[in-house]
Structures are given as C-alpha cells and as structure tokens.
C-alpha cells in the first residue's frame, strides 16, 4: 500500500510517498499551481498510490484536494494535531517541509479514520455568503459601539434622543448632533456614521443585489453627507423644458 504525503504551502506542495512499512521512497516539491496539480495527480496514478493525505484541505491544500478527489483518488484530511503529535516522537523532532510529508503520510497509513474533505459546490457556497454576511454583521455592530462612545465624549446623554442606530433615521439624528462639531471626535464620529450606513442591513444589500441582475447597487448617502442637506440623489432630475413664448 502506497500512501502520499501533502504538506501545503502558499507557493509549494511538499509531497512524499511512503510504502506499506512508512519508509519514504521519494520526495518533490511540486508549485501550488493548476500545471501543479495536474502533475501530482498524473504522478499519484503512475505510482498507483491507495491514498492521498493531505494537511490544510481548507487553505492552501484545497486547490489540489479538490483536483485529487475530481481525478478518483482517496484523498483525506490529517489534522495537524496528529501530525505534530506523531513528530514530538521523533528522534530529532525538527521540523522541515520533508518532515512534515512524511509525518502526514504515515498518519494516513495508519489511521483509517481520517475524514474527507468536503467543501465543495453547494455547500462551499453557502458557507462563504454566510461567512461574508457575519463579517459584515460584525463591522457594524464595531463601528455602532464606537459611535456610541464618541458621541458619549461630544453630546453627553444623546441615548435619550437616539438609544441605538438601527435605521437610518438615527443615522440622521446622529449627524446632525455632531455636523457643526470641529473636533476630532466629531470628524470621526461623521465618518462612523457613514460607514455604518454602507453596512446597515446586509440581507437587504444582497436581496437588492440579485434584484438588479447580479449588478452592485450602491446605497444612497445620508442626508447629511455633503453640506448638511439632503443629497440630490434622492430626487429624478428635472428635465429643462423651454418656457412658451408670450404673443
């Protein structure tokens, strides 16, 4: 039973195949390229290789992962819990790209148990929408508790006019506490507020997004963006008819 080893990198694949004993018989060092991939995979199959190992199928080893198990091979994921586990028993303990394949091969050859990644399609897609929706969710709710805090230093007991900045109308009522305020506080806090409008309601932005055909759709600044008056956008643009002439 033949087994190689992936140790992943940004720019390299450390690889190593190991026999049925965890002897190694050869080492590459193969780019983290699609030409690659496509090498390693055509190598896997000369050599007839039963399993391939693979260690951080969720970040740099993902493009060959999923190269890997397109192509038919057993591809599995070894944690890095196992692999610096099985190296602390080493004579030497050192810590090489070599070493590292290695370790993760003969993690694989000895565990059966190893899981195999799934991340792909469907899934993957929800994941990375959800992902983006709590980043975006998180930014907010950041810049809201330091707008607090500097509307706190600036206008002391505002809470009682604005107790949270859910809608844009808070939004509003907070620009127009801090519009006149030349301090450094107040120049901040008009630029908090302005980014909290971008990210107020991010499953609004992406349901208005797939309603405009995939296109991005900007949000209209507040009213007091620009002179402290309402924004032009707002409104269509008067065509300029021509006046009658009087006879």
């Not at 091979?73 to 080493?90: C, F, I, K, W, Y």
């Not at 301090?183 to 997004?209: L, N």
């Amino acid at each position: 039973m033949l087994v190689i080893g992936i140790d992943s990198h940004k720019s390299t694949l450390s690889v190593c195949l190991v026999d049925h004993l965890g002897t190694a018989l050869e080492y590459r060092s193969i780019a983290n390229t699609p030409a690659g991939h496509r090498h390693l995979v055509d190598w896997a199959q000369t050599t007839k290789a039963a399993r391939v190992a693979v260690e951080g199928s969720g970040s740099y080893g993902r493009p060959i992962a999923v190269a890997a198990i397109s192509a038919g091979l057993d591809v599995r994921e070894v944690p890095p819990q196992l692999t610096a586990r099985l190296r602390r028993r080493g004579r030497t303990q050192t810590k090489t790209d070599q070493v590292d394949a290695l370790v993760i091969a003969r993690v694989a050859l000895r565990d059966h148990t190893l899981s195999v990644p799934t991340f792909w399609e469907d899934t993957e897609d929800l994941r990375v929408l959800v992902t983006y929706r709590r980043e975006l969710v998180e930014d907010r709710t950041a810049q809201a508790n330091w707008l607090h805090a500097d509307l706190e230093k600036i206008r002391p007991g505002y809470h009682q006019i604005i107790p949270r900045f859910t809608t844009r109308k808070a939004l509003d009522q907070a620009m127009k506490l801090c519009w006149r305020d030349t301090t450094c506080h107040g120049r901040v806090a008009k630029q908090r507020i302005r980014k909290t409008a971008t990210t107020r309601h991010p499953d609004q932005r992406t349901h208005r997004r797939d309603q405009n055909h995939g296109r991005p759709v900007r949000n209209p600044p507040t009213r007091h963006s620009r002179r402290g008056c309402a924004s032009r956008s707002h409104h269509p643009r008067r065509s300029r008819q021509p006046l009658p002439l009087s006879h």
